[in-house]
């Protein structure tokens, strides 16, 4: 027995040190070709949706104001940009959260290097696309349409590129609550075409 135990255990050493960073928990090559604002996670290849995040920061919905961000090396994947609101009640089939949080317009502009439009969007934020798990408690909300038009949060970064992203938000009257919001980027998973 002890002879199988002192066999077997070189083996599954080699095996365990073969695991990459990646599936270990560890920094993924993705991790480290970003460059600029915010932190940027890889959740792994095993992930079916949203494996990458780039939380951008928090944005305030109660006061008048602009934010831009800079990003380059973002992974070649289909990325939405949006933000995400916690602490909501539990969605429901009747849940109509566009119209009683966060009143504001936003207007968001995305950039490239070259100073071409990737993303151009203006949209009271009740009229963006609120998604969440039914009696969960979090929505992403982003601007849904076709992607390279005006009015999508939807994009593909170009490999090498740097971006530069505008963020204004101007509250709107009527708001029931304003709730904390933050600027994310997400996209690729195993599940996302």
Known sequence: MRGLVLGVLPALLIFCVGCSKEEAGG???????????????????KA??????????????????ERVFRMAGLPQV?????FSLQGLP???VDSTDGSNYNRAKIHVLMEDSEGREVLNGKAPFSKWT???SMGGTSRFVYLRGDPGQGGCSEFTPVEGEEYLLTIKAEPLQGSVSVVPASLEVRGGGRKVP
């Open 48 to 65: 079916a949706a949203n494996r990458y995040v780039l939380k951008l920061g928090d944005v305030d919905f109660s006061e008048k104001k």
């Open 78 to 82: 289909r990325f939405w940009l949006g």
């Open 130 to 132: 609120w998604s969440g």
């Open 90 to 92: 539990p969605l429901s």
């Open 27 to 45: 920094v993924s090559a993705a991790s480290e070709a970003y460059r600029g604002e915010g932190a940027f996670t890889d959740r792994g290849p």
